[in-house]
């Protein structure tokens, strides 16, 4: 991740706003602005210490960790400074809403981009990791174990093969819904992330 280090703090123009930049929280999967922060010196050193994105408070006068709350923490991926050095574009990945209110963002917005659908079906599948296996199919497969997750995995990939071959577009897009869930089943066994398969991906662009 690039994040920015304490060597990197000179650089930012503290004193243009009495000591505090301001910052735009992103999610660095949808792109959706989340919320707008206020960082001193010891909340930026903070942030890229722990990893969660911390704040300082104007009217309670202190550091304050998004989360330490409610443990809707903003995991920060990437901290970027502006082009006059005075304002921060924070990526990270929230956990759970990022308003108090219960919203997705501060701004009142609910996010259900589609766009980015496989990652909300990652969390899905995480969350029922641990649920029971008579109420989840999700469930059971993991109780199951990692040589029948994967032969689901063969099998819905064969499923997806016979269907491009015959030409059945409906049937091919359903297939190919059950092998992407499978394969995200899969990747949850093996504590692989979407996210690291897309910086695969992104490796071997040209």
């Not at 920060?76 to 308003?99: E, F, H, M, Q, S």
């Not at 016979?162 to 059950?178: R, V």
């Amino acid at each position: 991740m690039n994040l920015l280090n304490v060597n990197d703090f000179s650089a930012i123009d503290f004193k243009k706003n009495g000591g505090l930049v301001p910052a735009i929280i992103q999610n660095y999967r949808t792109n959706a602005v989340l919320m707008l922060g206020y960082l001193n010196e010891d909340a930026l050193k903070k942030t890229v210490e722990s990893g969660k994105a911390t704040f300082f408070s104007r009217s309670k006068k202190r550091l304050w960790t998004k989360g330490e709350t409610s443990g809707n923490f903003l995991i920060v991926k990437n901290i970027l400074i502006d082009c006059d050095k005075d304002a921060l574009l924070i990526k990270a990945d929230p956990v759970g809403p990022t308003c108090h209110t219960g919203s997705d963002t501060c701004f009142n917005e609910i996010i259900k981009s589609d766009n980015n659908f496989l990652y909300r079906l990652e969390e899905i599948i995480s969350e029922r990791k641990n649920a029971s296996a008579e109420k989840s199919y999700t469930a059971s497969l993991f109780k199951k174990g990692i040589n029948k997750i994967a032969q689901k995995v063969g099998e819905e990939a064969t499923e997806v093969v016979i269907e491009a071959i015959d030409g059945n577009a409906e049937k091919l897009k359903e297939e190919t819904a059950d092998l992407l869930y499978h394969l995200l089943v899969l990747l949850a066994e093996k504590n692989i992330s979407l996210e690291e398969i897309n910086e695969t991906l992104r490796k071997r662009e040209k």
